[in-house]
């Protein structure tokens, strides 16, 4: 397996436009998380799924924020409209019910 | 918000020493994990404790577990410079199977 995959690596955006980040988990993961890591806020949890489906999402810090498990094989979060204060880079991670995570390589977002 | 607290926020060692980091968590919890994370990258997976052990080894790498305090260590013996990376404690929560990570610690080993 490829490991979990983030697309892009990098993206740069304009304040107010939308932006789209995606991940394809590894095959077989049931649990799905997205976070955010910035140097001031640490690495923060925005939301998790358990098969496709949203268990919590009290990380996703605005109605600006939304994520979508359309199939075991992919998940998007999308920000729209973008600010500078979303700039940071955000992971996903896959897993099974216990054992440990596995990490994308993360989408380094800038918005200008 | 993060689950608990990695003390101390930075450390810097000499090469072959021991670098010892400690972890607070706040809920009851399945397990607690340890990983890595070099500069500009993804975070790896080092090791975990489930909630009823107390020390685990693997490696160079030691891991304590305190459930009536929620607290965690990581020992990392005989260091090397390429230990130079951040590490991370994240607690796999009893309720929802939640992963969260503590702030981290920054090591610096000085060859």
């Known amino acids: 397996d490829a490991g979990v995959i983030q697309s892009p690596r990098h993206e740069v955006t304009e304040m107010g436009q939308e932006v789209t980040l995606r991940c394809k988990p590894i095959?077989?993961?049931?649990?799905l998380f997205w976070y955010r890591q910035t140097m001031m806020r640490g690495l923060e949890l925005l939301i998790y799924?358990?098969?496709?489906?949203?268990?919590?999402d009290s990380g996703m810090p605005e109605d600006r924020f939304s994520a979508k498990m359309p199939n075991a094989s992919f998940s998007t979060l999308k920000i729209q409209p973008s600010e500078p204060r979303d700039s940071a880079v955000y992971f996903c991670?896959?897993?099974?019910?216990?054992?440990?995570?596995?990490f994308g390589q993360g989408t380094r977002l800038t918005v200008v | 918000s993060q689950q608990g607290e990695e003390d101390p926020q930075a450390l810097s060692i000499q090469e072959g020493e021991n670098a010892t980091m400690n972890c607070s968590y706040k809920?009851?919890?399945?397990?607690l994990q340890w990983y890595r994370q070099n500069s500009g990258r993804g975070l790896v997976h080092l090791i975990l404790?489930?909630?009823?052990?107390r020390e685990k080894h693997s490696g160079r790498l030691r891991v304590t577990l305190d459930t009536s305090k929620k607290s965690s260590s990581l020992l990392i013996t005989a260091s090397r410079a390429a230990d130079t990376a951040s590490y991370f404690c994240?607690?796999?929560?009893?309720?929802?199977?939640?992963?969260?990570f503590g702030g981290g610690t920054r090591v610096l080993v000085k060859p």
């Open positions: 991670a896959s897993s099974l019910y216990s054992p440990e995570a596995f």
């Open positions: 095959s077989g993961h049931d649990y």
């Open positions: 799924f358990n098969n496709n489906v949203p268990i919590d």
């Open positions: 809920t009851s919890i399945n397990n």
């Open positions: 404790i489930r909630s009823n052990e």
């Open positions: 994240a607690s796999r929560e009893a309720a929802g199977n939640k992963l969260t």
